[in-house]
């Protein structure tokens, strides 16, 4: 099954690749590997929320923008890779989450990302992770993801 059919069936589209908001690329390939820029949960060029985790956005909300993030980073990757059945394996993600001083849900919230990584790629969407809390987001966004993948040929 290709990744756009498993996509179809998942009920995912892949959005159009986020533009900049700085001096930087979406997603560069060396070697076999892509590397994405952090990518924001914006949705059609927007972010639905703004905000530090455990404050002003609760954890299930951030969970959903970690998953929209990531949907994201797979638009950066596909845009250098040509298409997304290239990717052999998803090899690192990193989630930042913005976070209220009192909110130790990280792992948690990453957890949006990684989920999507795997409903995506199976097997091959398995991969070493970091969840990290930072004080501020571009933007105020709640969440950013980085992704790195294995391409084919």
């Known amino acids: 099954m290709s990744i756009e059919d498993r996509l179809r069936e998942l009920g995912l589209r892949i959005p ?14 060396s070697g076999s590997h892509v590397f994405t820029a952090g990518q924001l949960p914006f949705v059609d060029g927007a972010l639905p929320v703004t905000g530090k985790v455990g404050a002003e956005v609760d954890a299930e909300t951030a969970t959903a923008q970690a998953r929209q993030a990531a949907l994201n980073g797979l638009a950066a990757v596909q845009s250098v ?19 209220d001083p009192s909110f130790t849900g990280q792992p948690g919230v990453a957890n949006g990302a990684s989920q999507l990584v795997g409903d ?24 950013e993801v980085e992704l790195i993948v294995e391409l084919t040929d």
């Open 120 to 143: 995506v790629f199976g097997e091959a969407g398995v991969h070493a992770r970091s969840a990290v809390g930072v004080a501020v987001l571009p933007l105020d966004a709640p969440v």
């Open 16 to 29: 159009a690749v986020a533009a900049p908001v700085a001096a930087y690329v979406p997603a560069v390939v």
């Open 81 to 99: 890779a040509g298409s997304l059945d290239r990717v052999a394996k998803v090899v690192k993600v990193t989630v930042f989450v913005a976070s």
